[in-house]
């Protein structure tokens, strides 16, 4: 069996603009939320989220690219760009017929669409739509983009499987290289979806936390108290390379990737099962394929949206996947960086890679009055990270539609 290694990493997120920065606030458990600067949030009940800060596209693209790309496609260029430069990675060198790109994205150009729909309406005398409307607002745009800015031929598509897509993206080029159909795929995802309709959806949903009073401790995994998520933005970029093909070439690897797991709740159509059996398969076929016991694990980055259902099902399924064991560490770190919906897993992951590599358990913020049925059965960091050796970490995503997406990575020393 090839195995796969990643040997580039690019963020783009609520609490950093780069890979470092972005690591430094997870350790130190900063908290990325703020007031709504998007748009006017008079008709809404929620007035905050985990936006970017001090974007400036011009920084990154010339007038005429912008006009071409919706955010999320900028947002993805730009972690892709920062995995290859920290890689190391010259494309020129390489057979671009043999890397690929398999990026996510659950709801696309979704800032073009609203924009463009009210621009139509309300032009009475001379309605139209930009030429690029179509291109920029479909999901998989932002895979294309990415390969022909680099002229790579290899692989490409977006899959889509709601708030679990870049897990599911990671786990497809885990599997393709695997496969021997590929040596190299760029893979993560990005998400622009601070927006009047995704912030209203979410919100008439009952989704999204409402602690307008203090965005910073709005979400809090695991709490008593917590009532929803915070919604973010941004992108991760992962390179996942064939493991010999890295070494010939002197790669710097981050980690490797043993396994995934997918699976179904096939419960509801927002909601997840309170059981947490979907949860329950995907782990179970993760560690299946990664080959190890469940007492191998270290570190869980869980899905942990500080939803009240959502939270409660996935410590259920923990709970039946590795009983009680005080040894275990599990930290909800969308209580920092909020939930960037199909980019989520991207971030995610690279948190755990980054946990690997440096011997951190990250922490989860906010949270004070852990569930009492969970409280003593885990370790969970509160406020700052903790040093610890991690040799396998697992990061979980779920989706609308009741999708669940699990991967596993190993430290490679």
């Excluded at 580039?8 to 950093?16: H, Q, R």
Aim: with cysteine.
């Amino acid at each position: 069996m090839r195995r796969v290694v990643i040997t580039g990493i690019g963020a783009l997120t609520p609490i950093g603009n780069n890979l470092n920065e972005f690591w430094t606030n997870i350790v130190n458990g900063q908290s990325g939320a703020g007031y709504i600067s998007k748009f006017d949030t008079k008709k809404h009940k929620v007035k905050f989220a985990c936006e970017i800060k001090n974007y400036d596209p011009k920084i990154y693209f010339d007038t005429k690219e912008i006009k071409k790309y919706d955010l999320f496609s900028q947002y993805a260029l730009i972690a892709v760009e920062e995995a290859l430069s920290n890689g190391k990675i010259d494309i020129e060198s390489l057979n671009k017929n043999r890397v690929g790109v398999i990026w996510g994205s659950a709801n696309g150009g979704i800032q073009t669409f609203e924009n463009q729909i009210k621009e139509y309406f309300e032009n009475e005398y001379t309605p139209r739509f930009s030429p690029f409307f179509i291109p920029r607002i479909l999901v998989d745009i932002a895979s294309g983009i990415i390969s022909i800015k680099y002229g790579l031929k290899g692989v490409n598509f977006c899959p889509v499987s709601a708030c679990a897509t870049s897990n599911t993206a990671m786990i497809e080029a885990f599997n393709h290289i695997k496969w021997d159909k590929a040596d190299m795929i760029i893979t993560g995802g990005s998400e622009a979806a601070i927006t009047e309709s995704t912030i209203g959806g979410f919100e008439s949903a009952k989704a999204l936390s409402t602690n307008n009073n203090s965005p910073q401790l709005a979400s809090k995994p695991f709490d008593v108290s917590r009532d929803g998520f915070v919604m973010g933005e941004g992108a991760g970029a992962l390179v996942f390379e064939e493991y010999n093909h890295a070494k010939n070439r002197n790669a710097k690897i981050f980690g490797e990737v043993i396994g995934g797991g997918q699976a179904a709740d096939a419960y509801h159509l927002t909601g997840t099962n309170p059981s947490g059996e979907g949860a329950v398969l995907g782990m179970l076929e993760a560690m299946k394929e990664a080959k190890i016991k469940r007492s191998d694990i270290d570190y869980i980055n869980m899905h942990a949206t500080s939803t009240i259902q959502g939270d409660l099902s996935e410590l259920s399924a923990i709970h039946r996947v590795f009983g009680k064991r005080k040894s275990l560490s599990i930290s909800g770190t969308k209580s920092m960086t909020g939930h960037l919906l199909g980019a989520a897993g991207a971030i995610e992951g690279i948190i755990s890679l980054m946990a690997l590599k440096n011997n951190v358990v990250p922490p989860t913020i906010n949270t004070i009055n852990i569930e009492p049925d969970y409280k003593n059965h885990y370790h969970f960091p509160l406020k700052k990270g903790h040093k610890k050796n991690i040799k396998y970490a697992m990061s979980n995503t779920f989706g609308f539609g009741g999708h669940i997406s699990t991967i596993i990575f190993k430290k490679i020393n």
